[in-house]
T-cell receptor
Framework: GENVEQHPSTLSVQEGDSAVIKCTYS??????FPWYKQELGKGPQLIID?????GEKKDQRIAVTLNKTAKHFSLHITETQPEDSAVYFC???????????FGKGTRLHILP | NAGVTQTPKFRVLKTGQSMTLLCAQD?????MYWYRQDPGMGLRLIHY???????AKGEVPDGYNVSRLKKQNFLLGLESAAPSQTSVYFC????????????FGDGTRLSIL
């Protein structure tokens, strides 16, 4: 079955700098890759997603890139702000599969 | 539009007690899921449902049962709670069809003493 590896598990960056979180997946049939942000005491919230027919997607300070050949995808946050501090999860799923596989998460700390 | 609502938010149980966690969604989603989240383990799927009256096992189903009698509700039951079931439980829902995002509730924090 599908397996999603996420790195790093913890990341600290200075406010204003960029943060990058990387994920790899094992099943080449995977074609949907969402990213979730989880704030303290809350449930995960979708922040951006990408489908396998697209190589990059941007939404303001957030971007996701996908390399299908290498089977990895990354989340990029530019101009980081204190409110970006949270746990981020990547995930992968196969079209028509009922389930989605999550990475183990990255705790992002934005340092003042 | 409340989205996904989980009840209760916190609960403490003694070993061997039973309880039911309730998940309700008002988005008319067909699919619903129960996950548990433990430190360093990410989100692990317990059970899920692709429609009213249907349920299926996920990655870690042992010790849990579920029911989906109504489309908007998905119940997670612990028949005889064990300390290993101490966790934060999240419910999620989504529309049917491929490549649909899941929408999560804010979790139930459960401690088993």
């Amino acid at each position: 079955g599908e397996n999603v590896e996420q790195h790093p598990s913890t990341l600290s960056v200075q406010e204003g700098d960029s943060a990058v979180i990387k994920c790899t997946y094992s099943d080449s049939a995977s074609n949907y890759f969402p990213w979730y942000k989880q704030e303290l005491g809350k449930g995960p919230q979708l922040i951006i997603d990408i489908r396998s027919n697209v190589g990059e997607k941007k939404d303001q300070r957030i971007a996701v890139t996908l390399n299908k050949t290498a089977k990895h995808f990354s989340l990029h946050i530019t101009e980081t702000q204190p409110e970006d501090s949270a746990v981020y999860f990547c995930a992968a799923s196969i079209f028509r599969d009922d389930k989605i596989i999550f990475g183990k998460g990255t705790r992002l700390h934005i340092l003042p | 539009n409340a989205g996904v609502t989980q009840t209760p938010k916190f609960r403490v149980l003694k070993t061997g007690q039973s309880m039911t966690l309730l998940c309700a969604q008002d988005m008319n989603h067909e699919y619903m899921y129960w996950y548990r989240q433990d430190p360093g383990m990410g989100l692990r799927l317990i059970h899920y449902s692709v429609g009213e009256g249907t349920t299926a096992k996920g990655e870690v189903p042992d010790g849990y049962n579920v029911s989906r009698l109504k489309k908007q509700n998905f119940l997670l039951g612990l028949e005889s709670a064990a300390p290993s079931q101490t966790s934060v439980y999240f419910c999620a829902s989504r529309f049917q069809g491929g490549n649909q995002p899941q929408h999560f509730g804010d979790g139930t924090r459960l401690s088993i003493l």
